[in-house]
């Protein structure tokens, strides 16, 4: 089991370049999660699927970001026209139902 | 709304000293409660979960803590910390009994072993 994995570990882009994120689950759990972690908010929510399906995307900044799912073995997050304000560790994490939930190492995003 | 406080932003302490790392929650409801850790350039790690029940919960590395329902606190104990133990510790409450799975943090503690 090697884990919820995210790549790339780090990207810097150029203001106004578009970013992709990626995430592979744990084979088996139904539950896929983004958060943003900055020094100044911390840990903020962001989106989750389950089996897929969005279920709950109150946490997206509702212009530029968006998420998907289109199979269970990876998800994406997706920034367009990057923001230095959008430099942060971005963490995707899965879990099976209402047990314990496992992060990624993370991607730690820098607009420049 | 849930939310989570962590009122110690940084704590201190020798190695070889008990240690407690404080977490207070607001949640209407049956909270489901969480202690992780962020090593360095590392994603967070469970360390302990509490589901209603027996209000002191064993984790990993000797870590405990303890739910009290009359305080709203949730906070995270060991009796002698490890140079090791040097990390960030971010307290959650989920909010599973509403039907919904995602998770709240607090702000995180930065934990400082001293020699």
């Known amino acids: 089991n090697a884990g919820v994995i995210q790549t790339p570990r780090h990207k810097v882009t150029g203001k106004g370049q578009e970013a992709t994120l990626w995430c592979e689950p744990i084979s088996g759990h139904s539950a896929v999660f983004w958060y943003r972690q900055t020094i100044v908010q911390g840990l903020e929510f962001l989106t989750y699927f389950r089996n897929q399906a969005p279920i709950d995307d109150s946490g997206m900044p509702k212009e530029r970001f968006s998420a998907q799912m289109p199979n269970q073995s990876h998800s994406t997050l997706k920034i367009q026209s990057t923001q230095p304000q959008d430099s942060a560790v971005y963490l995707c994490?899965?879990?099976?139902?209402?047990?314990?939930?496992?992060f990624g190492k993370g991607t730690r995003l820098t607009v420049v | 709304a849930q939310s989570v406080t962590q009122p110690d932003a940084r704590v201190t302490v020798s190695e070889g000293a008990s240690l407690q790392l404080r977490c207070k929650y607001s949640y209407f409801g049956t909270p489901y409660l969480f202690w992780y850790v962020q090593y360095p350039r590392q994603g967070l790690q469970l360390l302990l979960k509490?589901?209603?029940?027996?209000?002191v919960v064993q984790g990993v590395n000797g870590f405990e803590a303890e739910f009290s329902k009359s305080n709203s606190s949730f906070h995270l104990r060991k009796a002698s910390v490890h140079w090791s133990d040097w990390a960030v510790y971010f307290c959650?409450?989920?909010?599973?009994?509403?039907?919904?799975?995602?998770?709240?943090f607090g702000k995180g503690t930065q934990l400082i072993i001293q020699p």
């Open positions: 994490a899965s879990s099976p139902r209402n047990t314990e939930v496992f």
């Open positions: 509490y589901y209603p029940g027996d209000p």
């Open positions: 959650a409450v989920s909010m599973w009994s509403e039907g919904a799975d995602r998770l709240t």
